[in-house]
């Protein structure tokens, strides 16, 4: 019997098409999922991938920039009622200018209403715009919008200051509890040495901001330090030059809290707090490959007078407080197509902590969801589809379901059995740029970014889903 090649394909567009249309047993009593647009004009309303979602699921918070890489050019920070599209403006910038400061980024607090998001230094212009290591986090009560807090004390004066870094902080995220706030960090001295070609590199950390007290920074005149609500620290630790086959790492990134509460580790203990992150290792074959890592950091720590390192010095980064080391979680470098791969994503995990969740090709060549147990063990496949997962993902409150998107659509995936159903299928043609996939808190509504056609141009709009 021949094969036709166009059959082929007939067959595989009939499967994406059924998989979209079918149903299951474990959604057959679900009801319809309908879409409505939140918001609408002539400006974009762009939501972090994470945290959009007021503690009450009535709100969701976003910036008014209409690119996923121009946020020094953004100026506000707003939230739109999902039930009534009232809009209030959450903060604006001063002086805001295509240099900086610029805003964006921002993610609501899990129990009360606050938000975190990037701010530019407030002294950008054309010589110091902003950048990867100019910039830092703003918090604002939202009863009384308008009125920033910084987070992270930022200190780029020798001596350097414990409890303060020196570049800049991103991709916020606050813990389960709201009282810490991870991120992701450039170093601004360690990025300027490295221009003296002296083998330094400008290379992404963890880190996190901790309840342990305000920093007070002396001001500077050139309004490069700010003093921080915060004690603020790297956690995670990075080498220009990772040894072939080893755990060492070139980059840290993508990091998100563990579990509600962190995770039980194989001795049975609880760590309260732990961060799953992506590490880019280098391969026995000289390949780099992303894995998954794990740091436990301690939920307070009784003498930060000696541990000196975090400040680090003019050639060197901040170093983790003594007992913080990174685990590495995934070794994938012998599969088909190794390492974590996909669009975007921020690291998730079950609200117990047991499982973490990434991206992976399989061996077809399509990204599909994989999970790996937080203690370490076997790497499992989660989605099983026909096509490549296109956007970041998210996990519901339960742990029992994961929402993403490709070809316009938005899935829903049982972590439990992997069945797969497709919630939105008809996606009108003046749609496109799908991103941002995310549950409510309470799990009954998905969120997400479209751009929408609007005269000679698009603009990102926030739609949801809901039953």
């Known amino acids: ?279 880019d290792v280098i391969s026995e074959k000289g390949e780099k490959v992303t894995e998954v890592f794990v740091v436990d950091v301690p939920d307070e720590y009784k003498d930060l007078e000696s541990q000196q390192q975090l400040k680090g010095t003019s050639q060197s980064r901040p170093l983790p407080l003594d007992g913080i080391s990174q685990r590495r979680v995934t070794y994938s470098t012998n599969r088909k197509f190794p390492g974590v791969q996909g669009p975007r994503q921020w690291m998730k995990s079950t609200p117990d902590g047991t499982l973490l969740f990434f991206m992976m090709k399989d061996n077809d060549g399509s990204i599909q969801i994989y999970s790996v147990p937080t203690i370490g063990g076997d790497i499992k496949q989660i989605t099983n589809n026909a096509f490549s997962i296109e956007t970041s993902f998210d996990i519901d409150g339960k742990g029992k379901r994961i929402t993403y998107g490709a070809q316009g659509r938005i899935y829903i995936t049982s972590i439990d059995t992997g069945v797969t159903k497709c919630v939105l299928e008809n996606v009108d043609n003046k749609y496109s740029e799908l991103h941002s996939v995310q549950w409510s808190r309470n799990g009954e509504i998905i969120a997400y970014n479209r751009k929408v056609a609007q005269g000679d141009t698009s603009y990102f709009q926030i739609f949801t889903l809901a039953k």
């Open 1 to 279: 019997m021949s094969f036709h090649p166009g059959l082929y394909f007939l067959y595989l567009n009939v499967f994406i098409i059924m998989g979209c249309n079918s149903s299951n047993e474990s959604y057959n009593q679900e009801s319809q999922w309908t879409e409505k647009q939140i918001t609408s004009g002539g400006k974009g309303h762009f939501i972090n991938p994470v945290q959009a979602f007021s503690p009450d699921n009535n709100w969701i918070v976003y910036d008014t920039r209409n690119d996923g890489g121009h946020i020094g050019r953004t100026g506000s920070i707003e939230r739109v009622n999902i039930n009534t599209g009232k809009t209030e403006t959450v903060y604006k910038t001063e002086m805001q200018t295509e240099f900086g400061p610029g805003v964006g980024a921002v993610a609501y607090h899990p129990i009360e209403d606050k938000v975190v998001f990037i701010h530019g230094i407030r002294n950008s212009d054309r010589d110091k715009p902003y950048d990867l290591t100019r910039r830092t986090g703003v918090m604002v009560d939202l009863t009384e919008p308008g009125e920033g807090v910084f987070i992270d004390a930022r200190d780029v004066t020798e001596p350097f200051s414990s409890g303060a870094l020196r570049g800049g902080t991103h991709a916020h995220s606050w813990s389960a509890d709201g009282s810490w706030i991870t991120f992701t960090y450039n170093d601004e001295v360690v990025a300027k040495a490295a221009n003296a070609d002296n083998g330094l590199k400008d290379l992404r950390l963890v880190g996190v901001s901790a309840p342990w007290g305000r920093v007070e920074i002396e001001p500077d005149k050139s309004g490069e330090n700010n003093s921080g609500s915060m004690f603020s620290m790297l956690v995670t630790e990075v080498t220009e030059n990772p040894r072939p086959g080893s755990d060492e790492i070139e980059k840290a990134y993508e990091d998100g809290w563990i579990g509600t509460n962190g995770y039980v580790k194989s001795n049975g203990t609880r760590q309260k707090r732990a961060i799953a992150f992506l590490g």
